[in-house]
């Protein structure tokens, strides 16, 4: 069973930044596609950015999102990254990595971001 550990998270200013890291306990990753999700309160889980398997040469993201958050891996430690800048309040959610799509993997914790001043 793949599993993802997500850190990085906690309260920072508007315009901030933050980056946040995802942990993946299975041998296969490399040939994983990786996203990074977000829930914000009363809100359904969004996806935020996607990477593609082996040399990630393909990312997407969302609207919201895009030209202030970068998605990255490292494959030799089985880690995908989520490096925010500019961050606003309406990035306020908790931050979970997944497969992309997230098909059968199971959700982990995830890491709360909060955006306040």
């Known amino acids: 069973q793949v599993q993802f550990v997500e850190s990085g998270g906690g309260l920072v200013q508007p315009g901030g930044s933050l980056r946040l890291s995802c942990a993946a306990s299975?041998?296969?990753?490399?040939?994983?596609?990786m996203g990074w999700y977000r829930q914000a309160p009363a809100k359904q889980r969004e996806v935020v950015a996607t990477i593609t398997s082996l040399s990630g040469s393909t990312t997407n993201y969302a609207a919201s999102v895009k030209g202030r958050f970068t998605i990255s891996r490292d494959n030799a430690k089985k880690m995908v990254y989520l490096q925010m800048n500019s961050l606003n309040p309406e990035d306020t959610a908790v931050y979970y990595c997944?497969?992309?799509?997230?098909?059968?993997?199971?959700w982990g914790q995830g890491t709360r971001v909060t955006v306040s001043s």
């Open positions: 299975t041998s296969i990753f490399s040939r994983l596609h």
């Open positions: 997944n497969t992309a799509p997230p098909g059968g993997t199971s």
